[in-house]
């Protein structure tokens, strides 16, 4: 499922939670279970995710929450991500691409629908905003960038004049766009996720989906390589502190029950502002260290992020994986943080 080629993109806090007063927090906490409890019923698996990044830490000790996020979790995964994947590419287009005679094609309804769902699937398990839409104009020239790419068998943000089927429009969205080529469709966004390969290492592609400050993306794809423009429009975050704020971290995996299979070898910790040249990660399970490999520090690709590999069979259904990342500066303070968070992979079938 991670075929493909993917290029690099031009260009303390247990789970970043909100802390309640002393005063008044028992009534605050009741209140918080009662709406986490309303939206597990339900469903509301927007809702449930950002009331439980934003519990209080004390309530994380609950077995009811924790068995209400796990639950939540699978129902998730289940409804949004794995109807999408080993699909036939063919079922979603309009018209199909036909690369010999620079013919883009046109992505049909049921496939921009397939792929904003699992990138809002993607997002919500960050605890990000998981309302983000696809823009019209922007799949256009996506599409026009994605017939190019697979038609010289190449990626390329700058790709020149005479390329085969070169065009303005997707020369230009090429330049703000993530590119994959092996992949399209939602197997293209896991390629763009997992940020595999050693041009790779800071995890650009990644960084950008989970760019909490964008909530319109473009789509293109053929049958073989797909374009995801990535800042061509974007906003502040919502006004609801409760979505996002630049205090938060940004983590893949995020804390507590996360999908197995979407560990991938790169983790990451993204946090508004932050300097992370000094920080140093550690990740331990039954109180022992497993040995990673810290990737060199890149801003300007989303928010600041450090990112680090870990051997991916080294992580084990059902553990409790303990991360600490110390020595984190945000801004001009001169100060350190320290943050931390467990993680615990679940294997959904």
């Given at each position: 499922m991670r075929k493909g080629i993917v290029w690099g993109l031009l260009l303390l806090v247990s789970t970043s939670i909100i802390h309640s007063d002393k005063v008044g927090a028992e009534p605050f906490q009741a209140t918080h279970k009662n709406q986490l409890m309303a939206a597990y019923q339900s469903q509301n698996f927007s809702k449930f995710r950002v009331l439980f990044k934003n519990t209080p830490a004390k309530m994380l000790a609950d077995t009811v929450l924790l068995n209400w996020q796990k639950q939540m979790t699978i129902k998730d995964y289940r409804l949004h991500y794995l109807p999408y994947i080993n699909q036939d590419v063919k079922t979603l287009f309009s018209v199909v691409p036909q690369v010999g005679q620079c013919k883009k094609g046109v992505v049909n309804e049921k496939g921009h629908q397939q792929v904003?769902?699992?990138?809002?699937?993607?997002r919500r398990l960050s605890g990000l905003s998981d309302?983000?839409?696809?823009?019209?104009?922007?799949?256009?020239?996506?599409?026009s960038a994605a017939l190019m790419m697979e038609a010289n068998n190449s990626l390329n943000h700058n790709p020149p004049s005479n390329w085969r089927c070169y065009t303005k429009e997707g020369a230009i969205v090429a330049s703000q766009?993530?590119?994959?080529?092996?992949?399209s469709f939602t197997e293209g966004l896991d390629v763009l996720?997992?940020?595999f390969g050693a041009n790779n290492d800071f995890c650009g592609h990644r960084r950008w989906l989970l760019n909490p400050f964008n909530d319109r993306f473009g789509h293109g794809s053929t049958n073989s390589a797909m374009v995801i423009s990535v800042f061509g429009k974007t906003k502040v975050p919502n006004n609801n502190h409760m979505y996002y704020n630049d205090t938060q971290f940004v983590a893949w995996p995020s804390p507590y029950y996360f999908p197995k299979d979407l560990i991938f070898e790169r983790w990451s910790f993204s946090l508004h502002q932050a300097v992370f040249d000094e920080?140093?990660?550690?990740?331990?399970?039954?109180?022992?260290?497993?040995?990673?490999?810290?990737?060199?520090?890149?801003?300007?690709?989303?928010?600041?992020?450090?990112?680090w590999k870990i051997d991916p069979a080294l992580i084990q259904n059902n553990?409790?994986?303990?991360?600490?990342?110390?020595?984190?500066?945000?801004g001009n303070t001169g100060k350190y943080y320290t943050y931390t968070y467990q993680v615990r992979p679940l294997e959904i079938q």
């Open positions: 904003i769902t699992v990138m809002n699937f993607y309302s983000c839409i696809l823009d019209n104009q922007l799949n256009t020239q996506c599409q766009s993530n590119l994959a080529l092996g992949a996720m997992d940020d920080a140093m990660v550690s990740v331990n399970v039954n109180g022992k260290s497993l040995p990673l490999s810290k990737e060199r520090v890149r801003n300007g690709y989303g928010i600041n992020t450090l990112v553990q409790i994986y303990h991360v600490r990342i110390t020595k984190v500066k945000k």
